[in-house]
């Protein structure tokens, strides 16, 4: 095994593939190197699928451009434009109903992108 940066032991690729119905016939050392294996392996599957979802984020703009926002993977706001000029061509009432659907939008994007990352994830562990 080797170590890596999170202080977990990556897998070993000399290590024997061993199924459930043969690990009762292990003995206590192959049993110990088994188990270390198969942790390993899950958290370096964690490890990318954390990783995935920190990459996730949707950036929507006005087909105008008078404004645009940026949505990390929770949905939360990460940077919102506004142009200098929204002032003079969009009403207050307008501007809302702009931000409410770049919102709306840019959160169905990462939804459907979550969906998808955990469909991955799900078809990877099996």
Same mark, same amino acid.
């Given at each position: 095994m080797t170590s890596s940066p999170g202080g977990w032991a990556a897998p070993d690729p000399e290590a024997k593939s061993v199924s459930a119905a043969n690990f009762d016939d292990l003995g206590d050392a192959e049993k110990v190197k088994f188990v270390q294996n198969e942790t390993a392996s899950t958290l370096a599957h964690l490890d990318k699928l954390l990783r995935d979802l920190d990459d996730l984020g949707a950036a929507v703009d006005d087909p105008d451009g008078y404004?645009? !926002?940026? /949505? &990390?993977? *929770?949905?939360?706001?990460?940077? @919102?434009? @506004? #142009? *200098? #000029?929204? &002032?003079? !061509?969009?009403? $207050?009432?307008? /501007?809302?109903? =702009?931000? $409410? =659907? /770049?919102?709306? #939008?840019?959160?169905?994007? @990462? $939804?459907?992108? =979550?969906?998808?990352?955990? $469909?991955? #994830? !799900? &078809? *990877?562990?099996?």
């Open positions: 404004v645009s !926002v940026s /949505l &990390g993977f *929770d949905g939360h706001l990460l940077e @919102i434009h @506004i #142009a *200098d #000029a929204v &002032g003079q !061509v969009l009403t $207050n009432i307008q /501007l809302e109903d =702009r931000l $409410n =659907r /770049l919102f709306t #939008a840019g959160t169905k994007g @990462i $939804n459907e992108m =979550r969906e998808e990352l955990w $469909n991955d #994830a !799900v &078809g *990877d562990s099996d």
